[in-house]
C-alpha cells in the first residue's frame, strides 16, 4: 500500500464519521458510501445493507443499490417461506455468527453453494461478497458487495473495503438505533406523540393544548365474553377489534393514543379544519362500522366530540404517559357510554353533528356524569 491509497483510506474514513450522519437515511448512507468506493476505483455495481429490527409488521429492513437503478429500501417479513429463503442466503450466516461468505460467480461450485449465486451469475456479476458488520452489542448486521468487473475485487480493493467497514458499522449502528427507537415510539406511543418523545419533549407536563376530534370506542359485554371464552379467542377478539379500529383511525389522519382494556382513545388533530377532521374521524367510525358485519363475536360502541386538549406528558417522576387530557375526552367518553342505552354503534355531541357535513338525528338531551348541563345527544342518519 502506497502512500496515496493510506491517504483514500484515511479520507473515507473520515468522511465516514463526519458526514455520513447527515445522510439522512440509511439508503442515501449506502449510495454515497458505494459511491465513494467507486471513486476509490472499486468496481461496486450492486450493494444492500442490512439489520433486523424491531416492527410489529415486517421483521427486518435492508437497503438495495445498484448503479443503475440507485438505492431503495425494502421490508422483510418473517413468514415460514421467507424465512427458508433467509435461510439459504449468505446473510444468514452473518446474523447469526458473524460469518461472511465469498463467491466467483464464474465458477459454478462456488456460485452453487447458495441460490442467489446462479440469479446473480445471470445479471452479470462476477463476484460477490456479504460481509459482516459488528455493531456494539456484539450482534452483526451484514453489508453485501457484487461487481460485473471480469477480474472481481482485488487485493488493493480488499484493503480499502476492509479499513472502512468498522466506520461503516459505527454510522449505520446510528441509523439502526434511531429506527428502532422510533418504532418503539410509534408502536407504544403513536406517530406524532412518539416523535415528540424523540424531539425531547419527556418532562412531566411537556405538551400543548391542542384541537381535536376525539374517538372513544368500548366493547360492549366484554366481562361476559371474556368469561364465556378461553384466553386465546379473548386475546384474539380483541386483537381483531383494535386492529379494525386501529387501520381506520389511521387511515383517516387520526392517532390512536391508548387501548384501555376494552377500549380505545383516538385524536382527529386540526388547527384551522374543524371540519376536515370531522369528515376524518366519521369516515373512520363509517370503515370500520361497516366492516362491524362481518366480524363475528362481538359489538362495539363510538363516540364522537371535538373540543381543545392537553396534549402531553402526565405521570409519575419515573413513569410518564403521553396522552391527552381534558373535558372534551370525559365528555367523549360519557356519550360513547350511551351507546349501549340508546341501542346505537355511533353518537355525537351537537358539537360535532352540527358542524358535520353529514347528517345527524338529535335523540335528545342527556345528564353525562360528571358533565354540569345536559348535553344534546346526535345519532347517525347516514348508516344503514
Known amino acids: ?16 464519521i463526519a458526514e455520513t450522519p447527515d445522510s ?22 450492486r450493494s444492500t445493507l442490512g439489520a433486523p429490527l424491531l416492527h410489529p409488521i415486517a421483521q427486518s429492513s435492508y437497503v438495495f443499490w445498484d448503479i443503475e437503478k440507485g438505492p431503495s429500501q425494502r ?3 418473517w413468514t415460514p417461506d421467507a424465512l427458508d429463503t433467509m435461510r439459504a442466503s449468505p446473510i444468514f450466516p452473518i446474523y447469526d455468527s ?4 465469498s463467491m466467483r460467480l464464474d465458477r459454478p461450485e462456488e456460485r452453487s453453494r447458495f441460490p442467489i449465486g446462479d440469479d446473480l451469475w445471470a445479471d452479470g456479476y462476477y463476484q460477490y461478497e456479504a460481509l459482516p458488520l459488528r455493531f456494539s452489542d456484539g450482534s452483526f448486521k451484514a453489508l453485501t458487495l457484487a461487481t460485473r468487473n471480469p477480474e472481481g475485487f482485488s487485493e488493493e480493493d480488499w484493503l480499502m473495503i476492509n479499513a472502512t467497514l468498522p466506520a461503516l458499522a459505527l454510522v ?9 427507537a422510533t418504532t418503539l415510539m410509534e408502536t407504544y406511543v403513536g406517530k406524532r406523540a412518539g416523535l415528540r418523545v424523540l424531539d425531547g419533549q419527556i418532562a412531566r407536563g411537556d405538551g400543548a393544548h391542542i384541537d381535536a376530534v376525539i374517538c372513544f370506542s368500548d366493547l360492549r359485554g366484554f366481562t361476559t365474553l371474556a368469561q364465556r371464552h378461553d384466553e386465546n379467542s379473548v386475546l384474539e377478539l380483541l386483537n381483531d377489534y ?20 376494552d377500549a380505545m382513545l383516538a385524536i382527529f388533530p386540526h388547527e384551522d379544519d374543524l371540519a376536515g377532521a370531522i369528515d376524518n374521524a366519521e369516515t373512520a367510525a363509517i370503515e370500520v362500522l361497516s366492516n362491524q358485519e362481518k366480524s363475528a363475536g362481538y359489538e362495539f360502541g363510538i363516540g364522537l366530540h371535538p ?14 404517559d403521553f396522552t391527552v387530557i381534558g373535558d372534551a375526552v370525559n365528555v367523549t367518553s360519557r356519550i360513547e357510554g350511551l351507546c349501549a342505552e340508546l341501542d346505537e354503534k355511533l353518537l355525537a355531541s351537537s358539537d360535532l353533528a352540527t358542524q358535520s357535513k353529514r347528517q345527524w338525528k338529535l335523540a335528545g338531551e342527556r345528564n353525562l356524569k360528571g358533565v354540569s348541563d345536559p ?10
Open 1 to 16: 500500500m502506497d502512500g496515496d491509497d493510506e491517504k483514500q483510506i484515511m479520507d473515507t474514513v473520515q468522511w465516514l
Open 24 to 45: 439522512g437515511s440509511p439508503a442515501r448512507l449506502l449510495e454515497r458510501y458505494c459511491h465513494k468506493l467507486r471513486e476509490a476505483g472499486i468496481k461496486v455495481d
Open 75 to 77: 421490508w422483510f417479513q
Open 98 to 101: 458473524g460469518t461472511p461468505s
Open 172 to 180: 449505520f449502528e446510528g441509523f439502526v438505533a434511531r429506527n428502532t
Open 242 to 261: 383494535f386492529g379494525q379500529m386501529t387501520d381506520a383511525v389511521e387511515r383517516n389522519s387520526g392517532e390512536v393514543l391508548k387501548f384501555i382494556g
Open 307 to 320: 373540543g381543545k386538549v392537553f396534549y402531553g406528558n402526565i405521570g409519575g417522576g419515573t413513569r410518564l
Open 375 to 384: 348535553i344534546a345527544i346526535y345519532t347517525p342518519g347516514f348508516l344503514n
